[in-house]
């Protein structure tokens, strides 16, 4: 996990947005770790909730104590933020905003994660979410439709290829959801920068319809769905070309809001 950390660091990555996973299911590890490690305070980190249960009596007041810390991603002076994979009910979110305020004074950012604009600004009403973002998926045509209908937080990919699904089966991504004949996409470490570059130009230019004033990378380590930055194995040692790639543009730059 400091290996990862320091991967992340080199890469300019300011926080890890970790899929939930309940106490006891053993995929909590990497949270755990992260948690417990003595270089956590070099990266900040925030929940993608409704990818698994989540308790509203066990597990909602553990992540209200959480966003009241200062290793919590937090926006818009100070507000915790929150990524919904799947929509919770309005209930339970206005319960766990109720949570927050009490534990930091601020109620969570939130934005809804989906496939279209449509979809999601819809789920967004529904469950009174902030903003709306993608999960995997992400260029500027996508921002453009999105931020049509609500607040935005832009996503840049990676890649996008799940059929490693096809040869070791999981309960969560049954073989079938994979279309015959798939052919994944793998971005380039320089289809990387460009990408985060023009999020980054994206939301200089539409800094009302970004009030968060953050992005969201496809992803960290989803090797198995084809969306990585942490570094694969080579015969020669890690592949640290994206992330290599990353820092080199990156070194010297300000903040979003800054250039």
């Known amino acids: 996990m400091d290996t990862e950390i320091g991967y992340a660091v080199h890469a300019g990555v300011d926080y890890w947005a970790f899929d939930w996973y309940p106490p006891g299911n053993g995929m909590e590890l990497a949270r755990n770790l992260f948690l417990a490690s003595g270089k956590r305070e070099r990266l900040k980190w925030c929940v993608v909730l409704g990818t698994n249960p989540f308790d509203m009596n066990r597990d909602a007041p553990w992540l209200a104590a959480e966003f009241g810390k200062p290793g919590y991603q937090k926006v818009l002076d100070g507000r915790p933020l929150v990524y919904l994979f799947a929509p919770m009910t309005r209930t339970d979110l206005a319960a766990l905003r109720e949570l927050s305020l009490k534990s930091c004074g601020k109620s969570p950012y939130v934005a809804m994660m989906g ?18 973002t993608m999960y995997a998926g992400g260029m500027e045509k996508n921002w453009d439709e999105y931020s049509k209908l609500k607040e935005i937080i832009p996503n840049v990919s990676t890649g996008w290829d799940p059929t490693p699904f096809r040869d070791t089966q999981v309960t969560w991504y049954p073989r079938e959801n994979i279309v015959k004949d798939f052919v994944g996409w793998s971005a380039t470490p320089k289809q990387v920068v460009a990408g985060v570059e ?52 990156l070194s010297g730059r300000t903040s979003v809001q800054g250039n």
């Open 115 to 132: 496939w279209t604009a449509t979809e999601v600004a819809q789920a967004c009403e529904a469950v009174g979410a902030d903003a709306v």
């Open 198 to 249: 023009a999020a980054f130009a994206w939301t200089k230019a539409n800094q009302g319809k970004v009030p968060a004033n953050t992005i969201l990378v496809y992803a960290w380590n989803e090797h198995s769905e084809g969306g990585w930055l942490c570094p694969t194995f080579s015969p020669q040692g890690p592949n640290t070309e994206r992330i290599d790639a990353l820092h080199e543009w």
